[in-house]
């Protein structure tokens, strides 16, 4: 884990119902909502380093002629 000098400070603006949610997980989760952020933040760029976003549904069960992966046709 990066030493507290290396970490950065950035706004973060979320609505009042996000904001609620994520709170509630971080609690279950027991860290701060800070904590919680950069835990999802953090597992969010190993999956998708993994590849784990290109096609989550995998190639079986995408619709038949959906076109692109992001749904436009």
Do not use: C
């Not at 507290?4 to 904001?19: A, E, G, M, W």
């Not at 860290?31 to 933040?41: D, K, M, P, T, V």
């Not at 549904?57 to 992966?69: L, M, T």
């Amino acid at each position: 884990m990066p030493d507290k000098d290396n970490k950065k400070q950035i706004p973060l603006r979320v609505s009042k119902t996000l904001y609620d949610e994520l709170a509630r997980w971080a609690e279950d989760d027991f860290r701060s909502i800070n904590g919680q952020i950069e835990y999802l933040l953090t597992e969010a760029v190993k999956r998708r380093r993994r590849g784990a976003f290109a096609d989550p549904a995998g190639p079986d069960d995408a619709p038949s002629g959906s076109g692109k992966a992001d749904g436009k046709h």
